[in-house]
Every structure is written in C-alpha cells, then in structure tokens.
C-alpha cells in the first residue's frame, strides 16, 4: 500500500464525516421549525373537527327548539328539552363546558333564556336580523364553548395561547308549534 492511497482513503473517511456532521447540524437547525408545523397541523385538525360538533350542536339545540314547548312567562327556566341533545352532541365528544343562549319570541315578546354563564367574549352572531322572521315565531340557539375544550393547548409554548378564547355558533329557525 502506497502513501498516496493511503492519503485518499484518510481523505474520504474525513469528508464522510464531515457530512454527518453537517447532516447533524441541519437536522438540529430544522427540527423545532418541524416540531411547531407538525404540532399547528395537529392542534389545527382537532379545533376543526370539534368547531363542526359545535356548530351541529347549536343547529341540534334550534331544532329541538323549534319543536318543544318553550316557556313563556317569567321566571324562565331553560328547557331541558333544548339542554339535553345539545349536551349530548357536545358530551360524546368530551366536551364539558357550553353555555347555551335560547332566544325566542314566542309568547309574543323576545324572551333570552340561558344555561351556564354567557360571558362578554361569548357573544351571538351580531350580523342576524333582530328578529331574524318578521311575523313569525323564532328561536335562535347559540352554543358557545371554550377554545380549550375543543384542542390540546399544544402551540402555548410557542405564543399561541388559546386559554381565554371562546368559540360560538349560532342557529335559527322558525318556531314549528
């Protein structure tokens, strides 16, 4: 074995390594932008699946209301007709905290029915008629649930918080009975 053999394998041993080197470094440069992408597709998938259930429960809680009998002299109690399929929707997705907003109009006078506590951030859609039938009798359902109940909080390390944050959707529909 010559010296100038000798000389090029040393040579191809030391850029072999030198490229797993830099592989190395590549790989610690890129992975925490793969890690926050890969945890927005995972975060985002989850909140777009659950904001579905959300909205089919406010159209499931209109429905019911558009058939039940809804109360119509004070003090008004929210019916457990309206309350139980909604919670039900939402339940059998493991979502625990809603607050439902009922509005209706019929006995004559809007009447605003709620179960749980109807904060500020959790607002109906504004954009609707008031009232939303002229002449007819509605009801307008709104379900509002927390952010955090709907997907892990998986982008917070990352300035993405999602804690004080407040989905709602809301439905309406002509009053049936």
Excluded: K
Aim: glycine content about 6%; aromatic content about 10%.
């Amino acid at each position: 074995m010559n010296a100038s053999s000798r000389f090029f394998r040393i040579l191809a041993r030391s850029r072999a390594h030198r490229r797993r080197g830099v592989f190395i470094a590549e790989l610690l440069l890129t992975m925490p932008a793969f890690v926050v992408f890969l945890f927005a597709i995972v975060e985002f998938g989850f909140l777009f699946a659950n904001l579905q259930l959300v909205s089919m429960a406010s159209r499931v809680g209109a429905d019911a209301a558009a058939d039940a009998t809804l109360p119509t002299v004070p003090p008004h109690s929210f019916p457990s007709a309206v309350l139980t399929p909604v919670q039900q929707h939402l339940n059998s997705a493991g979502i625990d905290t809603i607050t439902i907003r009922l509005e209706h109009n019929v006995g004559g006078s809007v009447a605003v029915l709620t179960h749980g506590t109807w904060t500020a951030s959790c607002q109906p859609n504004e954009e609707l008629d008031d009232p939303p039938v002229s002449g007819e009798a509605y009801v307008r359902v709104s379900v509002c649930v927390p952010m955090s109940e709907l997907t892990a909080n998986l982008l917070e390390l990352f300035g993405f918080d999602i804690t004080d944050r407040q989905v709602s959707y809301t439905t309406v529909q002509r009053y049936q009975l």
